[in-house]
C-alpha cells in the first residue's frame, strides 16, 4: 500500500509504500480516523487519514458506510465533476473503510514531529530518458 502524506504548510507531499504487515494495523480505519506516524515510517507526526483509492482505481467517499463498492447518482462531491450546471451521475466509489483492496492512503499532518519529512523520506533521483 501506498501512503501518501501532505504537509498543508508547506504544500509539498511525501509517498512512501508500507509493507503488508504494517498495512494490517491500518485495516479498519476510517476516513477522517487519527493515524500514529510510527505505522507508515513518520514517527513522531500524527496524521489523519483523507482519502485513497482502492485497486480498481475508485475513491473513497467518506458518506458511504462500509468497505463496500457502490454505484451512487453523485452530483457534487469525490469521485465526480461536472460538466455541465446541474449535472448528475451514476458513479462507482468505494466506502469509508479502510481494507486490504486500497491501494493509496491520502494523509495529511496533524502534528508535526522532531525530525523533517526530508529526512524521512528522502526524493528519489530521476531517471533519465534514453
Keep these: 500500500m501506498k501512503v501518501v502524506i501532505s504537509d498543508p504548510k508547506t504544500g509539498k507531499s511525501y509517498q512512501t509504500d508500507i509493507t503488508k504487515d504494517k498495512e494490517a494495523s491500518l485495516v479498519g480505519l476510517k476516513l477522517g480516523d487519527p493515524l500514529d ?24 467517499r467518506s458518506d458511504l458506510r462500509g468497505a463496500r463498492k457502490a454505484r451512487l447518482l453523485l452530483s457534487t462531491g469525490v469521485g465526480f465533476r461536472a460538466k455541465r450546471k446541474g449535472e448528475r451521475r451514476k458513479k462507482s466509489v468505494r466506502g469509508n473503510l479502510v481494507t ?3 491501494v493509496q492512503l491520502n494523509t495529511v499532518i496533524v502534528e508535526a514531529g522532531e525530525k523533517k519529512l526530508e529526512e524521512l523520506f528522502p526524493p528519489k533521483p530521476k531517471e533519465e530518458k534514453k
Excluded at 37 to 60: E, F, Q
Design 37 to 60: 506516524g510510527g505505522a507508515v515510517g513518520a514517527a513522531g507526526y500524527k496524521l489523519k487519514i483523507t482519502g485513497g483509492s482502492d485497486k480498481d482505481g475508485l475513491p473513497m
Design 100 to 102: 486490504d483492496q486500497i
